[in-house]
C-alpha cells in the first residue's frame, strides 16, 4: 500500500526568513519616518532650547489709550510680531499686528523695544483685544515663526 | 538574525531621534538678572527751552550694570512709555549708545555700586513736551559660559520729569453751540460737533449761523431781495456737484450761498479719471507728478498712492519694489526671512546667498563687515553677542554657521 505523505505545504525556511526581513525593514522605515517629521517640528531658539519653552520667558507691558497701542518688551526675548484677537459680540478674529500697523518694526520688539500704533479703526466695536506674542525660532527647515499659546497672552480693555 | 541586527538598528536610530527631540525640552538657566539689581534715578529734568534731558543715575544694588535702556511718554495720560530716547544721548557728554540702549562706559558691567553718573539726552522737537521717564537697567550675564545682554526688568523705574503736555479738553456741547440749534460747528478743539437738536420744523432750514430759518417770503422768487445773498427760485436748495480741480457755488433754500470743494490733486483721494496716482502731495520725481499723472518708468499703487520705479540697471535700488527685475533674489519689500523670486517674496534665502557676507548684505539691515562666521565667535565680541539675540538674523543653512550683527 502506498505509503500517503504529508499533503500539508508550507514556506520554505529561506522564504519565510526574507518575508520576515522585509516586515522589519518596511515597518522599521515607516516609524522612522514618523519619528524624522515629528523631531522636524521641533523649533527653537536660543541655542537648542524649544520655542515653547522660551514663551516662558517672553516678558512685555501693553496699553490702550485714546486709539493708541502701545507695547514695550521689557524681557529679553526678541517679539518678533503679535497676534491681536479682536473679540466682539461673541465672537472673535485673530489679526497679525504687522497687518494692522505700519509702524511695527520689520525685525520686531528687540529687547527694550516699544511700538506705538494708532489703531482706533481696527478696533473700533471690539470689546476685548488679546495680544498674543509671536516669536522667530529655528528649526531643521530654516527660520520659523512660532505663535505662543494664548495664555502668555494679554488682555486689553477697549 | 538578521531582523533582530536591523530591529537593534531601528531601536537605536529612533531613540537619537527622539533624544535630540527631548533635549530640546531640557529646562536650561533662563537669562535674567540676579535679585538685588537696582538703579535710581536722583535726578531727573527736562529743560523745554534747550530740549535737553539730564538724568543723574545711582547704582543702589549689588551688582555692577551695563547701561540701560530709556524711554520716555509725554503724556500723563499715557500709561506706559514707549519714546525710545537712548538715540538721542550726547555721547560726547559720557555714555555711549549701544543698539537700542545706552551704555555707562564700554561692553561690559562698569556701573559699580554706589556709582552716579549724569547723562545728557538733546531731544528733537518732534518729540515735543516730556513728560516721565522709565529706565530698564542692563548688564552682561554669563549663562553656559557666554555673555549674554540682559534686561533687567525686575528693576525698572520711573520718574517724572516735567509737566504734561496740555491736552486739548473739548468745551461743552452747550459753550461750542450757544445760539445754534442745527447745523454742524466746531468747538475749541476743532473737532466739528452737531449741534442739538438738529430738527427743523417742516418748511425750515438751518441757516449758516445754526438757526432754524424759514425762508424769506421773497426767497424763491427768482430776484435777489434784501436780506437774500442768492435767489435761483426753484433751484435753491439743490447742491451742486463741483468738478474735479474746483468749486461750486449753489444756492441754498434760505438763499445763502454754499461753497463745495471737488476733489483736486493732491488730496490724497484717488479720483480716476483723470488721476492716475495720487500719493497726497504736488511734488514731482517722485513717481506721482504734480498733475498726478504716473511719472515714466513708475508705477503706482493704492491711496494715497505709494510709486516705485523699475530701472533695469541690474541694481536694486531703495525705491525699486519686489516685483522690479532688478531685485530678484534681493530683499526689497520683503520680511525678514523671505526675498524676491518672480517678482513676489518667497521664504529662504537666495541661491546667490553662498557665504555669510552675502548673506549679512542681504539682510540688508546689517553691515557687511560684522558678520561673524559662527556662533561662538560673535560672543567673544561686544556688540555681536547682540546678534545671538536675534536668530532670526542668523541662519544654519550656511556653512560654516553665519550670525550678522545689527548696524
Known amino acids: 500500500m502506498r505509503k500517503i505523505a504529508n499533503q500539508k505545504r508550507g514556506v520554505s525556511p529561506v522564504i519565510a526568513t526574507v518575508l520576515l526581513v522585509a516586515m522589519v525593514v518596511v515597518i522599521g522605515l515607516i516609524i522612522f519616518l514618523w519619528f524624522r517629521g515629528l523631531t522636524e517640528e521641533a523649533v527653537t531658539k536660543f541655542g537648542g532650547r524649544n520655542i515653547k519653552l522660551v514663551c516662558d520667558d517672553v516678558d512685555f507691558l501693553s496699553d490702550y489709550y485714546a486709539g493708541t497701542l502701545s507695547i514695550s518688551n521689557i524681557g529679553n526675548v526678541p517679539i518678533f510680531g503679535m497676534k491681536v484677537r479682536i473679540s466682539a ?9 504687522r497687518n494692522l500697523s505700519v509702524d511695527w518694526p520689520e525685525i520686531g520688539l528687540r529687547q527694550g523695544g516699544t511700538f506705538s500704533g494708532n489703531l482706533v479703526s481696527e478696533f473700533s466695536g471690539a470689546e476685548q483685544v488679546s495680544l498674543i506674542p509671536v516669536l522667530m525660532g529655528s528649526s531643521s527647515s530654516g527660520n520659523q515663526i512660532y505663535v505662543c499659546e494664548d495664555t502668555y497672552g494679554q488682555d486689553l480693555i477697549v | 538574525m538578521v531582523s533582530y541586527v536591523l530591529l537593534v538598528v531601528f531601536a537605536i536610530i529612533i531613540s537619537g531621534i527622539v533624544y535630540q527631540w527631548l533635549k530640546t525640552y531640557v529646562p536650561k538657566q533662563a537669562l535674567e538678572c540676579p535679585e538685588g539689581v537696582s538703579v535710581f534715578i536722583k535726578e531727573a529734568s527736562f529743560d523745554p527751552d534747550n530740549s535737553q534731558l539730564i538724568i543723574t543715575l545711582k547704582n543702589n544694588g549689588r551688582f555692577n550694570l551695563a547701561g540701560y535702556f530709556i524711554h520716555g511718554k509725554n503724556s500723563s495720560e499715557q500709561k506706559l512709555p514707549t519714546i525710545d530716547l537712548s538715540g538721542y544721548l550726547n555721547e560726547t557728554q559720557g555714555g555711549m549708545i549701544f543698539g537700542n540702549s545706552v551704555l555707562f562706559e564700554e561692553a561690559n558691567n562698569s556701573f559699580s555700586p554706589d556709582s552716579e553718573e549724569s547723562y545728557f539726552f538733546d531731544i528733537p522737537s518732534s518729540v515735543r513736551q516730556l513728560y516721565s521717564i522709565r529706565i530698564i ?15 533687567c526688568s525686575n528693576a525698572l523705574t520711573e520718574q517724572i520729569v516735567g509737566e504734561p503736555e496740555i491736552e486739548c479738553i473739548s468745551e461743552d456741547i452747550s459753550v461750542t453751540c450757544e445760539g445754534r440749534v442745527c447745523g454742524e460747528v466746531n468747538n475749541n478743539c476743532g473737532d466739528p460737533v452737531t449741534c442739538p437738536p438738529n430738527d427743523c420744523p417742516i418748511g425750515q432750514y438751518c441757516s449758516i449761523s445754526g438757526t432754524c430759518d424759514t425762508p424769506l417770503p421773497s426767497c424763491g422768487d427768482g430776484i435777489i431781495n434784501s436780506g437774500e445773498q442768492c435767489d435761483n427760485g426753484a433751484q435753491n436748495g439743490v447742491a451742486c456737484t463741483p468738478a474735479y480741480g474746483s468749486s461750486c457755488i449753489y444756492c441754498s433754500a434760505l438763499c445763502e450761498t454754499i461753497t463745495l470743494q471737488g476733489p483736486y490733486c493732491g488730496d490724497g483721494i484717488l479720483t480716476s479719471p483723470p488721476e492716475q496716482c495720487d500719493d497726497g502731495d504736488t511734488d514731482n520725481l517722485d513717481g506721482c507728478s504734480s498733475t498726478c499723472l504716473v511719472e515714466g518708468g ?20 531703495e525705491s525699486e519694489s519686489c516685483s522690479c527685475s532688478d531685485c530678484e533674489e534681493k530683499k526689497n519689500g520683503c520680511v525678514v526671512g523671505q526675498y524676491c523670486s518672480g517678482g513676489v517674496c518667497v521664504s529662504g534665502i537666495p541661491n546667490s546667498v553662498t557665504d555669510c557676507s552675502d548673506y549679512c548684505v542681504y ?3 546689517y553691515s557687511g563687515g560684522t558678520c561673524r562666521q559662527n556662533e561662538a565667535q560673535c560672543l567673544k565680541y561686544n556688540q555681536v553677542s547682540i546678534g545671538n539675540m536675534y536668530p532670526e538674523y542668523c541662519t544654519t543653512s550656511l556653512t560654516p554657521f553665519c550670525c550678522c550683527t545689527p548696524i
Not at chain 2, 137 to 149: D, L, N
Open chain 1, 89 to 97: 459680540q461673541g465672537s472673535y478674529e485673530t489679526l497679525d499686528i
Open chain 2, 137 to 151: 537697567p542692563t548688564r552682561f550675564q554669563e549663562i553656559e559660559g557666554k555673555s549674554r545682554f540682559a534686561s
Open chain 2, 298 to 317: 513708475w508705477t503706482c499703487t493704492g491711496q494715497p498712492s505709494t510709486c516705485w520705479i523699475c530701472d533695469f540697471d541690474n541694481i536694486c535700488d
Open chain 2, 363 to 365: 539682510l540688508g539691515i
